[in-house]
Nanobody
Framework: QVQLVESGGGLVQAGGSLRLSCAAS????????LGWFRQAPGKERKFVAA????????YYADSVKGRFTISRDNAKNTVYLQMNSLKPEDTAVYYC?????????????WGQGTQVTVSS
């Protein structure tokens, strides 16, 4: 069992930056593929970014490419999402997720989410 806790959300003006963190307990994250998702009010949860177990491969939604960076620190059991050039449409609850599968189809473990609000 993996417990995930997100932090770092908040209110920021358009063009600003935030760094989200997701700390894990219960298991070491080094054996898990990790992802970030977001859910805006009244909308479905959507994929934002993912990183493989070694950190050597990353994947991004088109809407955040070039602005967001996912990274991981296995020694700290933490995954990060650096968000730059934020836009009002980035407003959402952001969730981190983890899965031990070699190929992830559905993430097994989820955090509770952290709110990000971008004002225009």
């Amino acid at each position: 069992q993996v417990q995930l806790v997100e932090s770092g959300g908040g209110l920021v003006q358009a063009g600003g930056s935030l760094r989200l963190s997701c700390a894990a307990s219960g298991r070491t994250l080094s054996s898990y593929n990790l992802g970030w998702f977001r859910q805006a009010p009244g909308k479905e949860r959507k994929f934002v970014a993912a990183i493989n177990r070694s950190g050597g491969s990353t994947y991004y939604a088109d809407s955040v490419k070039g602005r967001f960076t996912i990274s991981r620190d296995n020694a700290k059991n933490t995954v990060y999402l650096q968000m730059n050039s934020l836009k009002p449409e980035d407003t959402a609850v952001y969730y981190c997720a983890a899965d031990p599968s070699a190929v992830v189809t559905t993430y097994r473990y989820w955090g509770q989410g952290t709110q990000v609000t971008v004002s225009s």
